[in-house]
């Protein structure tokens, strides 16, 4: 699917809507406009891409909100060259939104058939410096680790030590966390090996932090 003048001007007047809501760093901002979000849905459901709303994109995942996808961006506060560990690939557009901010990312996902899907497309668009790995997200990547930074893209019951574990000292994990239908968003800090600073940024809505792998029938 192109990417066209018409597109370029309804993700134009997405980040001036993001703007309005608070989002007001322009590194975030610039790498929004700077990615063809209507690439990642259906081309039936395109002119949804530029609306301020989560989408469907099958196997019962979602394409965040793109305030939600700024507002975790900006709590991760990425610097050129960080490390960070995404867990839930999805769609694979929070990944990108972070590969232009310069990062090096690595991301994690559970649904086979997405997994496929989603690195076929960030191969297409570019993207292909982005690594994924279909891995139970419960479990990191400890192989890769520490990481500058971790975020969580699916809504948490709790905080699993096994991710707490790969921030760095002086790193940060993003997630959101709850057993109901909203969760909080945190920011945790590492301070030193065992002590972490626990920041809450009110609530939000995201598909459920799920164990295990969910493979091609």
């Given at each position: 699917m192109a990417d066209l003048y018409r597109h370029r001007g309804l993700r134009k007047g997405l980040v001036d809507a993001l703007r309005k809501k608070g989002i007001d760093d322009e590194r975030i901002l610039d790498a929004i406009m700077a990615i063809p979000r209507h690439q990642f849905l259906d081309k039936a459901f395109a002119d949804w891409a530029y609306k301020d709303v989560p989408f469907p994109i099958g196997h019962e995942q979602t394409i965040s909100q793109p305030f939600t996808v700024a507002f975790q961006t900006k709590l991760l506060e990425v610097k050129p060259k960080d490390k960070i560990l995404e867990i839930g690939t999805g769609s694979g557009y929070q990944a990108c939104v972070l590969v232009e901010m310069g990062a090096k990312v690595y991301t994690i996902e559970?649904?086979?058939?997405?997994?496929?899907?989603?690195?076929?497309?960030?191969?297409?668009?570019?993207?292909?410096?982005?690594?994924?790995?279909?891995?139970?997200?419960?479990?990191?990547?400890?192989?890769?680790?520490?990481?500058?930074?971790?975020?969580?893209?699916?809504?948490?019951?709790?905080?699993?030590?096994?991710?707490?574990?790969?921030?760095?000292i002086g790193?940060?994990?993003?997630?959101?966390?709850?057993?109901?239908?909203?969760?909080?968003?945190?920011?945790?800090?590492?301070l030193s090996e065992t002590e972490f600073q626990k920041e809450t940024f009110g609530m939000f809505r995201f598909v459920p932090f799920l164990k295990g792998l969910e493979k091609l029938r």
């Open positions: 559970r649904v086979e058939a997405l997994f496929h899907k989603t690195n076929k497309l960030l191969q297409e668009l570019g993207y292909g410096m982005i690594r994924t790995f279909l891995k139970d997200g419960f479990e990191g990547l400890p192989r890769f680790a520490p990481f500058d930074k971790i975020l969580v893209t699916c809504g948490a019951t709790d905080i699993p030590q096994t991710l707490k574990d790969q921030v760095r790193g940060y994990m993003v997630i959101p966390v709850g057993s109901g239908e909203a969760q909080e968003m945190i920011r945790l800090t590492r």
